[in-house]
């Protein structure tokens, strides 16, 4: 079930991604300049994990760990964050964050999110990025 007015059921059949099954797609995030932020979502709008079916649990922890390995394969980082507000859209996804050297300080930890919105990555290097996440994650099973 997809509703009208949510940004992610709406971009959900548009948006390019790294995987997508009946229940989860992930892609690449093109909010921040960070490369390797995936997002990963769920197909059908509901809130939280509380509201998942059995199927969709049970894929679930296998795609995450899938998707964190292939970000740390390709980027290298040394903390993978991953976490869930809901808060600006009220569909369940998961931000899945490459911390590595080149984010300054104050935007570590908790300071995530605070990162800036602009400027956003190239996307000629946004795209090299996330094809080769998707190979990654291709040959993790
Ligand atoms: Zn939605």
Do not use: M
């Not at 997002?39 to 939280?48: P, V």
């Not at 964050?81 to 996804?93: D, G, K, Q, R």
């Amino acid at each position: 079930v997809q509703e009208r007015d949510c940004a992610i059921c709406r971009g959900i059949n548009t948006a390019e991604h790294i995987f997508q099954d009946d229940n989860w797609l992930i892609r690449h995030s093109s909010e921040t300049n960070i490369l390797g932020y995936l997002i990963l979502e769920s197909r059908r709008h509901f809130l939280d994990l509380s509201f998942a079916n059995e199927s969709e649990l049970q894929s679930y922890a296998t795609l995450l760990a899938r998707a964190i390995s292939a970000v740390r394969t390709v980027i290298k980082p040394e903390r993978v964050y991953t976490f869930t507000l809901s808060e600006a859209v009220p569909h369940y996804h998961v931000h899945i964050i490459p911390r590595t050297d080149a984010i300054p300080r104050n935007y570590r930890g908790r300071g995530i999110l605070s990162y800036p919105l602009s400027p956003t990555a190239d996307p000629s290097l946004r795209a090299e990025t996330e094809d080769l996440i998707k190979r990654a994650f291709n040959r993790i099973s």
